[in-house]
């Protein structure tokens, strides 16, 4: 498989967990603090952490280090 940046992943989110972590989202980019302040938050986290576990084969490629880079060299804002 590809790791290109056209790949996509579809992880399926509950209503709850979509709203639940929407505010979390929210809530760090308003104040640029990263806090669970619920334990739903932390909940919605684990259950999007199982998801990811579930829908990605990368993270157990042999060279997951260099696709993980490549990823965020292409996701980071231009400085």
Do not use: G
Request: aromatic letters at 8%; hydrophobic letters at 40%; charged letters at 25%.
């Amino acid at each position: 498989m590809s790791h290109q940046q056209s790949d996509s992943v579809l992880i399926p989110l509950t209503a709850d967990e979509a709203l639940v972590l929407f505010e979390f989202l929210q809530r760090f980019s308003s104040t640029d603090e990263l806090t669970i302040e619920d334990q739903s938050e932390q909940r919605a986290l684990w259950n999007l952490c199982c998801l990811f576990e579930k829908h990605l084969s990368v993270p157990f490629d042999a060279n997951y280090a260099e696709i993980l880079r490549a990823a965020q060299d292409r996701l980071r804002d231009e400085c």
